[in-house]
């Protein structure tokens, strides 16, 4: 087992991580930029070490002062958590070459993985479900309109380096195709340096139901059940929850074996999500792999009692994965709270907290790095904590959801406690009757 682990990361996932080092007698080191200086992962790891100042291109993105910390503090392995470079191939080679485990993917792992195009053709060539499209990068706008045809409008193009939303446009038929086209790879060029684009079926009424798997330096996979990501707004989740509404046990274990399938293919060792577009009929299909810990991840450890950190740790350090697929035992949810003003267009709100009272009880857990007196920087994401509420039924969960909202405060910035309020008396939502399409026609006004 490792000796001392260095959190590549900031804010509630390196407290997290943290939290479980400490269980398994393991030390541990933040690092952290000016800007942090007074979070809690500073305080509560056993050394910190700053490695630049704000901006993230020059502290929580700098490979070479990460890896200087690391040698400084004598750290024999590095966790990066999420976001940042959590999915960095470079960096993960980088450990590898400074003999530095990297707790995630290997560069390979990630490579084959990052490229949605690449990715797309490994999970077709193991048998996982893919939506249909382009079996690579469009090398034109003629190669785009006559495969579209050929797969029937609506369909979508995709910059193979995106993310969050960027580089996506929806084209209904052949008047919208040049249009979309050169916005899509406009978007993309500037965004990720990289034009390249692909081409698939649009899912109409679809879910994003994502299946947590983890898999050991044996090849051997288990997954652990699904999450239901579908309430986003721009492509970035607001709510998650475990079970789905829609799921049913036949459903889940095809899922379920196509995720395994998807990582066996790759070899993958440590933690990972496949996720999935699930349609109207009960049919799915392979989206994306993120080869990292996900931000909701506490919801699966709520319904399987299952520290998934731990887990990674633990196969990290080449202990075998029991080989169990799990099946949730209770219902969970999470709350992703953001330093954001809903009812401005969810406009950040960075800003110091003048006071702060965290709800309890039985079934609540709160993961978070804020306290009263802390000020919030603009310089990263707004999520500020994660309110996680489990119960033994959906409906349950959505009255303990309220109840814990509604003890929730936070005075000094915006938040976005007042939607998710307003979201847990949705008769829709409370009915498990939404797409990912839901926050388009959401009531913000009032908020």
């Keep these: 087992m490792f000796n001392k682990i260095l959190i590549a990361n900031r804010g509630e996932i390196a407290l997290r991580i943290i ?17 942090d200086k007074d979070s809690l992962h500073v305080r509560f790891a056993d050394e910190a070490v700053c490695i630049g100042r704000a901006p993230s291109s020059e502290s929580y993105l700098n490979i070479p002062n990460i890896i200087a910390a690391a040698e400084i503090t004598n750290a024999d392995a590095i966790h990066p958590g999420y976001g940042f470079l959590a ?15 990297f707790i ?62 960027r580089g996506m446009r929806i084209v209904r038929n052949d008047g919208e195709f ?45 997954h652990l059940s699904e999450r239901d990501c579908s309430i986003q707004r721009r492509h970035q989740k607001l709510i998650e929850e475990t079970p789905s509404p829609v799921m049913t046990p036949e459903l889940r ?49 709520e319904v399987t009692d299952f520290d998934l950190i731990k887990e990674q740790i633990k196969v990290a350090a080449g202990i075998e994965i029991s080989g169990k697929n799990y099946t949730p035992k209770l219902y969970a949810m999470e709350c992703r709270i953001n330093a954001e003003d809903p009812g401005n267009n969810f406009r950040p709100s960075p800003g110091k907290i003048t006071n702060l009272h965290l709800p309890g009880g039985h079934g609540v857990r709160i993961d978070s790095h804020v306290y009263a007196g802390y000020t919030i920087p603009p310089n990263y994401d707004s999520m500020i904590a994660k309110l996680i509420v489990s119960g033994q039924s959906r409906a349950e969960v959505i009255t303990r959801m309220k109840r814990a909202l509604s003890e929730f405060v936070i005075e000094g910035i915006k938040t976005t406690i007042p939607f998710h309020l307003r979201l847990m008396d949705n008769e829709k939502f409370k009915e498990g009757d939404f797409t990912t399409k839901f926050m388009d026609d959401f009531d913000l006004s009032g908020l």
């Design 19 to 35: 939290r479980t080092c400490k269980e398994m007698n393991i030390r541990t080191v933040a690092v952290y930029s000016t800007a």
């Design 87 to 101: 999915e960095n191939a470079e960096f993960s080679a980088v450990c590898e070459e400074y003999n530095i485990k």
């Design 104 to 165: 995630g993917a290997s560069p390979d792992m990630i490579n084959r993985m990052g490229d949605k195009a690449t990715a797309k053709a490994t999970m077709r060539a193991a048998g996982v479900p893919t939506v249909p499209g382009s079996e690579g990068l469009l090398s034109s706008v003629e190669e785009g309109l006559k495969l579209a045809k050929k797969i029937k409008y609506p369909v979508i193009l995709k910059a193979t380096a995106g993310g969050g939303g």
């Design 253 to 301: 274990e095809r899922m379920g074996q196509a995720a395994i399938k998807g990582a066996e293919a790759i070899k993958y060792e440590g933690a990972g999500t496949v996720e999935f577009l699930v349609d109207k009929h009960g049919e799915f299909f392979f989206m994306e792999m993120n080869t990292r810990i996900q931000v909701e991840h506490p919801i699966t450890e």
């Design 178 to 222: 040049k249009k979309g086209w050169d916005s899509a790879r406009q978007e993309a060029g500037a965004a990720f340096g990289n034009d390249g684009l692909y081409l698939e079926k649009f899912v109409e009424e679809p879910r994003h139901i994502e299946i947590q798997v983890i898999g050991d330096k044996n090849g051997r996979v288990c």
